[in-house]
């Protein structure tokens, strides 16, 4: 069984470091890309990023990659997605999701989703 959980979501201040935690675990035959997606109020859920567990290649949306990094850590079964500049417009629940679909963004490839984590930027 396939499990994720999130952590390391809190307040934020604007211009401030986030980072966010998915442990993951389960076998290897279920799931190898590991993405973060989020969702703000009001608004629909967005991919952000999306890594490989096999091989470490990874994605970052157009509009976040400047900002956003994802990587792993094999040996803790751990994916991790950080920024140094959080912003207020990325205040949403953070969610993380498995998929043995290869490396994209489109959430309806990915059966397996954790809880999410709340994520609020304010000063």
């Known amino acids: 069984q396939v499990q994720l959980v999130e952590s390391g979501g809190g307040l934020v201040q604007p211009g401030g470091s986030l980072r966010l935690a998915c442990a993951h675990s389960g076998s290897a035959q279920d799931y190898h890309i590991i993405a973060w997606f989020r969702q703000a109020p009001g608004k629909e859920r967005e991919g952000v990023a999306c890594?490989?567990?096999?091989?470490?290649?990874?994605y970052v949306t157009t509009a976040m990659k400047e900002r956003f990094v994802i990587a792993r850590d094999s040996a803790n079964n751990t994916v991790y997605l950080q920024t140094n500049v959080a912003e207020p417009d990325d205040t949403a629940i953070y969610y993380c999701?498995?998929?043995?679909?290869?490396?994209?963004?489109?959430?309806?490839?990915?059966?397996?989703w954790g809880q999410g984590t709340q994520v609020t930027v304010s000063s």
């Open positions: 999701a498995a998929t043995n679909w290869g490396l994209n963004l489109n959430s309806v490839t990915f059966k397996y």
């Open positions: 890594i490989s567990l096999r091989d470490g290649k990874s």
